[in-house]
T-cell receptor
Framework: GNSVTQMEGPVTLSEEAFLTINCTYT??????LFWYVQYPGEGLQLLLKATKADDKGSNKGFEATYRKETTSFHLEKGSVQVSDSAVYFC?????????????FGTGTKLQVIP | SQTIHQWPATLVQPVGSPLSLECTVEGTSNPNLYWYRQAAGRGLQLLFYSVGIGQISSEVPQNLSASRPQDRQFILSSKKLLLSDSGFYLC?????????????FGPGTRLLVL
């Protein structure tokens, strides 16, 4: 079955530091890959996505590249801000299943300190 | 534009009491609908999903149930709550079919069972 593995948190960074949150996946089909963000007390928001190999998703300074050869979709940001403090979820949706289900990682909590 | 609503936002219930959480979507027709639970500090667990009125798929055995009485209404219920039912409940929707792989989440309901 499908699975998503992301690095354990929490990740604590100083403001303006470089961020990487690792994500690897296992899928039987041709998945689309996502990063969702959850701010404290809120639901999940789509941050970015990529639907095929070598695609790069980007939004709000965050980027992730769909690497089929390493089955990875690592999230990066060059300079984090305090407002980026949140929980980040890597996820995949499989075309073979008609995209009916999304498999989520366990989430990585990011804390950015001034 | 599409919006998704959940209520109540917060709920405190005694063990053994019934539960009804409601989710409604506006601005789209025949969406796929989902109920997730997020326990404190944990990832997302898919509970139920629905591809149409009266069509419910259950992902995990539990004392919860779901119903879809109208196209854009999804209800999560329990006859008798357990302590372990405490958590953050998220409803989500997506456009059915390929190309609609992104899920969009509601603001969530925080349930505390005492």
């Amino acid at each position: 079955g499908n699975s998503v593995t992301q690095m354990e948190g929490p990740v604590t960074l100083s403001e303006e530091a470089f961020l990487t949150i690792n994500c690897t996946y296992t899928a039987t089909g041709y998945p689309s890959l996502f990063w969702y963000v959850q701010y404290p007390g809120e639901g999940l928001q789509l941050l970015l996505k990529a639907t095929k190999a070598d695609d790069k998703g980007s939004n709000k300074g965050f980027e992730a590249t769909y690497r089929k050869e390493t089955t990875s979709f690592h999230l990066e940001k060059g300079s984090v801000q305090v407002s980026d403090s949140a929980v980040y979820f890597c996820a995949l949706s499989d075309r073979n299943g008609g995209y009916q289900k999304v498999t989520f990682g366990t989430g990585t909590k990011l804390q950015v300190i001034p | 534009s599409q919006t998704i609503h959940q209520w109540p936002a917060t709920l405190v219930q005694p063990v053994g009491s019934p539960l009804s959480l409601e989710c409604t979507v506006e601005g789209t027709s025949n969406p796929n609908l989902y109920w997730y639970r997020q326990a404190a500090g944990r990832g997302l667990q898919l509970l139920f999903y629905s591809v149409g009125i009266g069509q419910i798929s259950s992902e995990v055995p539990q004392n919860l149930s779901a119903s879809r009485p109208q196209d854009r209404q999804f209800i999560l219920s329990s006859k008798k709550l357990l302590l372990s039912d405490s958590g953050f409940y998220l409803c989500a929707w997506r456009t059915p079919g390929t190309g609609g792989e992104t899920q969009y989440f509601g603001p969530g309901t925080r349930l505390l069972v005492l």
